[in-house]
């Protein structure tokens, strides 16, 4: 088999971060931890910051002297057909969660899966050689790793970060007022999923690779502002399901406007042609219950006790499963000047 032969996604029964367990699946996965969390790690480890009790996107452990480890995994079968490009986007997409709280990784290990009697070595070679230039671009090492013969490939990292504890920013520390800001545009899953079968046109692989690609590295600088209180990275549950994670347990909704949200321009062909992936049925089907949508200002408030129905087009928008998308930033309406600098974006709703 040859190099030019070889279309990954093939080997993929879903791409990128839209393999990932939907939000209920999960929830049931992780109820009895949870549970174990909530009553005993707290007091067994008090130096865990972060845990996995908020749904955070990393673990946090304080190791004295004011400052924190900050720990994280993330791996997903195939995206795109080219290897090299699959081994870029993997990494990128793991060392967002350092970012994501506000920290600074340090370095990362990788996770491989690979049915090697169906794929090469040498095509395994090339994922983990796109991943090294990304991990040499955000300066640290590829360190590592452990790997395992499987039946579909599989890639991801492991990495390591390292933050001040005062400047953690957690998912669900929002406050009421706050403004929301997304620092990539929606739609990677529906070019993702077109890219599956071929129906992608070449501006767009050329731009969902762009973005899928591009590190989320001012969430370092972030971090620094005061008045930045919260953030997130959107990817496998869509921008509802994320935004759903900063206001779910507190007293607050979120209220998104459809209308200042950023997509990828010319998105919508994809859901006229009906590539919509499979990860946003089932995001849809674990929380869209707690969405209500007003047609009277396209708007969409998240985290009610009980909600109605979405209109399709803004259910395949925004339940879209993005694979490394961009931070979903929470911060209080005297920082919003410095935020709309830093990230060249503009406020796309807030916290009631």
Not at 46 to 63: M, N, Q, R, T, W
Not at 73 to 86: A, G, K, Q, Y
Request: charged share 20%; hydrophobic share 40%.
């Amino acid at each position: 088999m040859s190099m030019e032969s070889i279309r990954l996604t093939q080997f993929s029964p879903g791409a990128g971060c839209g393999c990932k367990i939907a939000p209920k699946e999960l929830e049931e996965i992780l109820h009895g931890s949870l549970l174990h969390t909530q009553t005993c790690v707290s007091q067994s480890f008090p130096s865990l910051l972060v845990g996995h009790e908020s749904k955070d996107d990393a673990a946090v452990f304080d190791i004295g002297n004011g400052r924190a480890v900050i720990s994280t995994t993330d791996f997903f079968t195939p995206i795109v057909d080219d290897p090299f490009d699959f081994g870029r986007i993997a990494a990128t997409n793991a060392i967002s969660d350092i970012y994501a709280m506000g920290g600074r990784p340090l370095m990362a290990i990788s996770i491989l899966g690979w049915p090697l009697d169906k794929l090469p070595s040498s095509v395994a070679a090339e994922v983990v050689a796109g991943a090294r230039t990304v991990c040499s671009h955000a300066g640290i090492p590829l360190a590592g790793g452990h790997s395992i013969n499987s039946a579909d490939p599989i890639f991801g990292l492991a990495v390591t970060g390292i933050i001040n504890s005062s400047r953690i920013k957690r998912n669900n520390s929002v406050r009421k007022g706050d403004r929301l800001y997304l620092t990539k545009p929606l739609g990677i899953g529906l070019i993702s999923t077109g890219i599956k079968i071929g129906q992608a046109t070449r501006e767009h692989c050329e731009e969902a690779m762009r973005l899928m690609t591009k590190l989320n590295d001012l969430g370092q600088e972030l971090a620094l502002m005061r008045g930045v209180h919260a953030m997130t990275d959107v990817t496998g549950f869509g921008l509802l399901g994320h935004c759903l994670e900063m206001v779910d347990g507190s007293p607050f909704t979120a209220r998104l406007r459809v209308d200042d949200i950023p997509f990828i321009a010319g998105i919508e062909q994809y859901i006229r042609s009906g590539c919509i992936p499979g990860g946003t049925h089932r995001n849809y089907a674990s929380y869209g219950h707690r969405m209500a949508y007003s047609a009277e200002d396209n708007t969409v408030t998240v985290g009610i006790p009980s909600g109605g129905a979405l209109p399709d087009e803004i259910k395949f928008l925004l339940c879209d499963p993005q694979t490394s998308g961009g931070l979903l930033v929470a911060a209080s309406p005297q920082a919003c000047g410095q935020v709309e600098a830093l990230c060249q974006t503009t406020c796309i709703g807030e916290i009631l």
